[in-house]
């Protein structure tokens, strides 16, 4: 898998969006972009994947660029129960195969009232 | 909306004892996984489990570990002999292959294991 780089940590004002970059430089093209949080002491949350198209769900917005070195996960409003460790991952998405998921640091965004 | 769940939430066990730690994913998941993640360190990969078999294990899933799927519902994870270093939280992830989210992993809320 791809390795991913993102900042340690962010500060956001609740009800403002946040915005989280990640880079993923060497990504290959069959390799997909993962965003899953984690809630203090909890179990990881899946959020959003996308390959080059932006997404959007309920949840949150995945940019891509257009090289697909790197991608930004937007929380469009964030609320103080957003705080949690955000994690990108790059991983292969192919039917039939159970990849496992590759954690690193991710980013603490805190979410300021 | 379904969930995974785990049971116990905090066990408490001295070293050197057996532990199984418990897990019911998802219904129609066909997938399992268990991570591990020792206090203030990364979410660290164990197994995944497909078919009645191992599909994939990290080097921290020594001979120490097994899995097991007893019956229709219950994914188990059983230490044989704990050691100090085994004291993390475990948690138990489904997913779902005939779905279009099929690598989308849902996560159950962990058991602490503590080996004293």
């Known amino acids: 898998d791809a390795k991913t780089t993102q900042p340690p940590s962010m500060d956001c004002a609740e009800g403002r969006a946040a915005n989280l970059p990640c880079n993923h430089s060497?990504?290959?093209?069959?390799?997909?972009v993962y965003w899953y949080r984690q809630i203090h002491s909890q179990g990881p949350q899946y959020i959003i994947h996308?390959?080059?198209n932006n997404e959007t769900n309920e949840m949150a917005s995945l940019i891509i660029t257009e090289d697909r070195k790197s991608s930004t996960l937007i929380l469009p409003h964030a609320t103080l129960r957003d705080t949690a460790v955000y994690y990108c991952?790059?991983?292969?998405?192919?039917?039939?195969?159970?990849?496992?998921?590759?954690f690193g640091k991710g980013t603490l965004l805190t979410v300021n009232p | 909306e379904p969930e995974v769940t785990q049971t116990p939430s905090h066990q408490v066990t001295q070293m050197g004892q057996e532990v199984i730690l418990r897990c019911v994913p998802i219904?129609?998941?066909?997938?399992f996984y268990w991570y591990r993640q020792i206090l203030g360190q990364k979410v660290e990969f164990l197994v995944s489990?497909?078919?009645?078999?191992?599909?994939?294990k990290s080097e921290i899933f020594d001979d120490q570990f097994s899995v097991e799927r007893p019956d229709g519902s219950n994914f188990t994870l059983k230490i044989r002999s704990t050691k100090l270093e085994d004291s993390a939280m475990y948690f138990c992830?489904?997913?779902?292959?005939?779905?279009?989210?099929?690598?989308?992993?849902?996560f159950g809320p962990g058991t602490r294991l503590t080996v004293l």
């Open positions: 992830a489904s997913s779902d292959p005939l779905t279009l989210s099929y690598n989308e992993q849902f």
């Open positions: 060497t990504i290959s093209g069959n390799e997909y």
């Open positions: 996308g390959l080059k």
């Open positions: 991952i790059v991983r292969y998405r192919r039917g039939g195969s159970n990849y496992k998921l590759t």
């Open positions: 219904s129609n998941h066909l997938y």
């Open positions: 489990f497909y078919n009645n078999e191992i599909s994939e």
